[in-house]
T-cell receptor, first 117, second 110 residues
Framework: GAVVSQHPSWVICKSGTSVKIECRSL??????MFWYRQFPKQSLMLMAT?????????EQGVEKDKFLINHASLTLSTLTVTSAHPEDSSFYIC?????????????FGPGTRLLVL | QKEVEQNSGPLSVPEGAIASLNCTYS??????FFWYRQYSGKSPELIMS????GDKEDGRFTAQLNKASQYVSLLIRDSQPSDSATYLC??????????FGEGTQLTVNP
C-alpha cells in the first residue's frame, strides 16, 4: 500500500515554457502533499506543503508565483513550473502523507526529472 | 548547527558486515523519526520509522532512538551489495514537515 505516482517521469522543455507535474496517491487519501526539489549530490529540499482545498504553504525562498501548486482532491496535487529557466532543472519529488499507527508517514513518488534547455 | 546531521560518508563495508549509520537532531520536541533509502537517480524509499526510545527491528534493519541524546541510528546486518545507496535520516517537525539530513552514501563491497 501507500503508493504515490508522478507524471511525467522525464520532461525536457525550452526556456520560457511552463511545465506541469502531477502527483497522485493511488491507494490512500493524502490530505497533505509535499513538493521537494533535489539537485545533484544534495539532499531533498522542501518547496511547499499542500493541503487539499487550500492554498499551499511555501518555504522561504521559493517563489509561489513561479511554482504553482494545486491540490484539488485528496488524491491529486499538481506543480506547475512557470516560465522555466535552466536553473530550474532539477529532480522534483512529491510525497503524500498517510497514517501509520496513528502517525503520519510520508510516501514519495518516483520523481520527475526536469531539464530546461 | 544543522537541524539534522548525519555521519559524514561515504561509508564502505564488506559484504556480510554490519553497516552503522548515525543521525543527530536539534529539535527536542521531535517525536517521529524515519530512515529512507535513495538509490542513485531514484526517489527516497521508506525503510524504517521509529517513535519510541529503544530499538526497532525489521529484518536486517534495526533503528535505535535515544531522545535524551537526540540521536537516532540505523544498523544494517549482513550487508548486501544491493544495500549500496544513500541513506537519509528524516525528522518530523511540529507541522508534520520532514527535515532531512544530507545523507550518508553507503557502498557494500562484494
Amino acid at each position: 500500500g501507500a503508493v504515490v505516482s508522478q507524471h511525467p517521469s522525464w520532461v525536457i522543455c525550452k526556456s520560457g515554457t511552463s511545465v506541469k507535474i502531477e502527483c497522485r496517491s493511488l491507494d490512500f487519501q493524502a490530505t497533505t502533499m509535499f513538493w521537494y526539489r533535489q539537485f545533484p549530490k544534495q539532499s531533498l529540499m522542501l518547496m511547499a506543503t499542500s493541503n487539499e482545498g487550500s492554498k499551499a504553504t511555501y518555504e522561504q525562498g521559493v517563489e509561489k508565483d513561479k511554482f504553482l501548486i494545486n491540490h484539488a482532491s485528496l488524491t491529486l496535487s499538481t506543480l506547475t513550473v512557470t516560465s522555466a529557466h535552466p536553473e530550474d532543472s532539477s529532480f522534483y519529488i512529491c510525497s503524500g502523507t498517510g497514517a501509520e499507527g496513528g502517525t503520519e508517514t510520508q510516501y514519495f513518488g518516483p520523481g520527475t526529472r526536469l531539464l530546461v534547455l | 548547527q544543522k537541524e539534522v546531521e548525519q555521519n559524514s560518508g561515504p561509508l564502505s563495508v564488506p559484504e556480510g558486515a554490519i553497516a552503522s549509520l548515525n543521525c543527530t537532531y536539534s529539535d527536542r520536541v521531535s517525536q517521529s523519526f524515519f530512515w529512507y533509502r535513495q538509490y542513485s537517480g531514484k526517489s527516497p524509499e521508506l525503510i524504517m520509522s521509529i517513535y519510541s526510545n529503544g530499538d526497532k527491528e525489521d529484518g536486517r534493519f534495526t533503528a535505535q532512538l535515544n531522545k535524551a541524546s537526540q540521536y537516532v541510528s540505523l544498523l544494517i546486518r549482513d550487508s548486501q551489495p544491493s544495500d549500496s545507496a544513500t541513506y537519509l535520516c528524516a525528522v518530523h517537525d511540529s507541522g508534520s514537515r520532514l527535515t532531512f539530513g544530507e545523507g550518508t552514501q553507503l557502498t557494500v563491497n562484494p
